[in-house]
């Protein structure tokens, strides 16, 4: 199904027609960000928004896929480039909230953020309103001053422009379309992270789960995960394979190996137990797969040996295996085949985890080392 068939409520006198269209042929991100920043921003006050305002909250929006999840957002784009500065220059983290990192980039006074910000409204505010334009062959390049003098004349168009001073500009939305996206804002915000979706699937096409990385990272839920690793510290010792720590159910937190930002699932093999601060050191990144796949191997297979001996053991190894292994044919190669050697499981862990480590380093994650 293609964005177009998502059909959007019907307002008598609204050009809601060429609204649907809003999105098409799109070769660059900022169409959909922009707008999102429209509605976002339109829930509250009379409709006046400046062009910073409006950048700011697109480069909130696109941090987490960006700084979080590595998405590539098109080639040499501006945005991406953007929140990339941002996030180098400002110390904020990767998983900050919207409203921490709009009042951060509203503090910056970096040359090279604002130049990139400026860049951003030479087209889109302009190239938004092109659907409801009768004839294409508009003049895009008579100068910003000009064209929005131009576009003002147009009854049907979602805004008109106040005032043009480069980020301080000034565009008004229309009451009547106001009030359109105020009463439809969650079919609209839908429609739009839809259109989204299918944009970076183009751009991102070996990347797992996107639907899931246009918003800030959420919790996982480990508990079983947990409980599993915390009964084998108490019956023997585990020792976590980055600092080679020995783990006790009170200290115990839960890693993913290839970072959870980029694998949407929280599958087993794919998951050790470590502590919260190695944890927090680890972050986003990968560990260096040379250095640390030997020691996840040797773990998951003690982990892996003492539930054929251990009841209670192998009932918490159940309750993962419910939950946390979504492929049968993986289920069966590596955690259901009694009497495995331990050559033997490495070999199959390596055949599903070295792909998906790959995949995401050629994604951007970086490489990590522990250090004490």
Not at 78 to 105: D, F, H, M, Q, Y
Not at 234 to 254: A, C, H, Q, W
Request: glycine residues 4%; aromatic residues 12%.
């Amino acid at each position: 199904m293609s964005g177009e068939e998502l059909k959007l409520p019907q307002y008598e006198g609204l050009d809601i027609q060429h609204l649907q269209r809003l999105f098409d042929n799109m070769s660059e991100c900022y169409k959909l960000f922009w707008f999102q920043a429209l509605i976002e921003l339109s829930q509250e006050g009379d409709g006046v928004l400046t062009y910073e305002q409006l950048i700011h909250r697109m480069i909130a929006n696109a941090w987490y896929m960006v700084s979080e999840y590595k998405l590539n957002l098109g080639p040499a784009d501006t945005l991406e480039a953007l929140v990339r500065r941002a996030n180098e220059i400002s110390g904020l983290k990767s998983g900050e909230t919207p409203e921490k990192i709009i009042e951060t980039i509203d503090s910056l006074k970096d040359p090279i953020l604002k130049k990139q910000m400026q860049t951003l409204t030479l087209n889109v505010p302009y190239r938004l309103l092109a659907p409801f334009l009768p004839y294409r062959a508009t003049n895009w390049g008579m100068g910003n001053a000009a064209l929005a003098e131009y576009l003002n004349q147009e009854a049907k168009l979602i805004y008109t422009f106040e005032k043009i001073a480069g980020l301080n500009s000034v565009i008004r939305i229309k009451p009547e379309w106001l009030r359109y996206i105020r009463e439809n804002y969650g079919i609209l915000l839908g429609w739009t992270r839809y259109n989204m979706i299918e944009y970076l699937q183009r751009r991102n096409p070996n990347v797992p789960g996107l639907s899931s990385k246009l918003s800030p990272p959420q919790e996982r839920d480990l508990a079983k995960v947990q409980g599993f690793w915390k009964k084998l510290a108490n019956v023997m010792e585990v020792r976590d394979i980055y600092g080679g720590l020995v783990l006790t159910s009170k200290d115990l937190s839960i890693d993913h190996f290839v970072p959870w930002s980029y694998v949407p699932d929280d599958e087993l093999w794919n998951l050790s137990p470590t502590t919260k601060s190695i944890n927090s050191q680890k972050s986003n990144r990968l560990p260096e797969w040379d250095i640390y796949f030997e020691r996840l191997s040797a773990l998951e297979y003690q982990a892996y040996r003492a539930v054929w001996e251990h009841d209670e053991i192998r009932k918490a190894y159940d309750a993962c295996l419910r939950e946390n292994v979504n492929s049968e044919e993986v289920k069966t190669k590596l955690f259901l085949r009694q009497n495995l050697t331990p050559q033997e499981y490495a070999d199959r862990l390596e055949e599903i985890l070295l792909p998906v480590y790959n995949a995401a380093r050629n994604q951007g994650f970086d490489e990590w080392t522990y250090t004490a």
